[in-house]
């Protein structure tokens, strides 16, 4: 199991490097859009549906990475004075009662949209190019990541909860 475990993080470190390095692009290619816009009034036609495409993977790979280091927003006010054992078996709670059944039902209407993108091979309006079929693949991607990372601190708390010990 700490081998899966550490596949997870792992995989996850990959996803938070990629979206430093999708982050970079997604400058550049606002720079040159605004450029291209209002220095040489000639805006491209690939600007904005790089930039929803960028961004939209940089969003959903850094979720997975700030949920690697338990870095999302909470309202910490009391969780911080909480022993361990306790931090534990709130967020088991949270994990099992809310983020595992909407998040699961999240991903498969992803799923079916990635089959739908697929099986009518959606392009965008500007040409043949299937822009839809990438997004919609790596936003499922990302939130699959996002998932395992989740599911791998829900068994992290877990064994927390009931071994009192952190892996």
Request: hydrophobic share 55%; glycine share 6%.
């Amino acid at each position: 199991m700490r081998k899966i475990l550490r596949i997870i993080d792992s995989v996850n470190e990959w996803a938070g490097a990629i979206s430093s390095w999708l982050l970079l692009i997604l400058i550049v290619v606002i720079l040159w859009e605004v450029i291209a816009r209002y220095v040489f009034n000639a805006p491209t036609t690939w600007g904005f549906n790089s930039f929803r495409m960028i961004s939209g993977a940089l969003i959903v790979f850094g979720w997975a990475y700030a949920q690697r280091y338990n870095s999302h927003i909470r309202v910490d006010i009391l969780y911080t004075r909480f022993s361990p054992r306790k931090k534990a078996l709130i967020d088991v709670a949270g994990t099992g009662l809310l983020f595992l059944p909407l998040f699961g039902t999240f991903i498969v209407l992803a799923w079916h949209s990635v089959l739908r993108a697929y099986m009518f091979y959606m392009t965008h309006y500007q040409g043949s190019i299937p822009t839809s079929l990438l997004y919609l693949t790596i936003i499922f991607i990302g939130l699959c990541l996002f998932f395992l990372q989740f599911l791998a601190r829900f068994v992290r708390d877990f064994h927390i909860l009931f071994k009192g010990e952190t892996q």
